[in-house]
């Protein structure tokens, strides 16, 4: 079991890039046991898969934001990072990251979650 | 990619069992052993009770079953207690290497 925290603006401005940030505690984001990714929800609406990158930094996204979106690692602080890129208000939602076991579907250690909205 | 589909709320009262569905195509709940399912209470962070179709984390209440039959998997909610109200997401991975989650359901013990 690892930790996790999300840290970033809580604001942006439209067609501005997000930022955030996850801090893995625990364990190394090197383990081969672990993915990392990212998920989002709309206030009141429901779970939006964003992405994941692997262990040795390969990566998948949501097509619907593939254009826009780049998930990395950073090895030396332990931790791995969201950019949105050309937010709009519909990009605003609570930002979770987790971690996913390699080779399964359980997406078994969460965030807090953090608050992003887009306005001006 | 679309949304699975998910009935928006199921409702049961206190001991009886309920089932949540969730449906999706042959390009992901139907053509992968790779379904979750997820418990989100308010404000909280969402929580796994089932991955990989059947399994159970470890610390999950064996009240929590899953089932999957062609393109549509299911989670069982045994015993329903007062602290199972609360959000339900599925999950699938797909054949475009992605992941979709479900629609939500919203289970209300009466």
């Known amino acids: 079991q690892v930790q996790l925290q999300e840290s970033g603006p809580g604001l942006v401005k439209p067609s501005q890039t997000l930022s955030l940030t996850c801090t893995v505690s625990g364990d190394s984001v090197t383990n081969t046991y672990y993915h990392w990714s990212w998920i989002r929800q709309p206030p009141g609406q429901g779970l939006e898969w964003i992405g994941y990158i692997t262990y040795s930094g390969g990566s998948s996204y949501n097509p619907s934001l593939k254009s826009r979106v780049t998930i990395s690692l950073d090895t030396s602080k332990n931790q791995f990072s969201l950019n949105l890129r050309y937010v709009t208000a519909a990009d605003t939602a609570v930002y979770y990251c987790?971690?996913?076991?390699?080779?399964?579907?359980?997406?078994?250690?969460w965030g807090q979650g953090t608050l992003v909205t887009v306005s001006s | 990619q679309s949304a699975l589909t998910q009935p928006a709320s199921v409702s049961g009262s206190p001991g009886q069992s309920i089932t949540i569905s969730c449906t999706g195509t042959s390009s992901d709940v139907g053509g992968y052993n790779y379904v979750s399912w997820y418990v989100q209470h308010p404000g909280k962070a969402p929580k796994v009770i089932i991955y990989?179709?059947?399994i159970r984390p470890s610390g999950v209440s064996n009240r929590f079953s899953g089932y999957k039959s062609g393109n549509t998997a299911s989670l069982t909610i045994s015993g329903l207690q007062a602290e199972d109200e609360a959000d339900f997401y599925c999950?699938?991975?797909?054949?475009?290497?992605?992941?979709?989650f479900g629609t939500g359901t919203k289970v209300t013990v009466l």
């Open positions: 987790t971690s996913v076991t390699t080779g399964t579907s359980e997406y078994g250690d």
């Open positions: 999950t699938s991975y797909t054949s475009s290497g992605t992941y979709v």
């Open positions: 990989d179709v059947t």
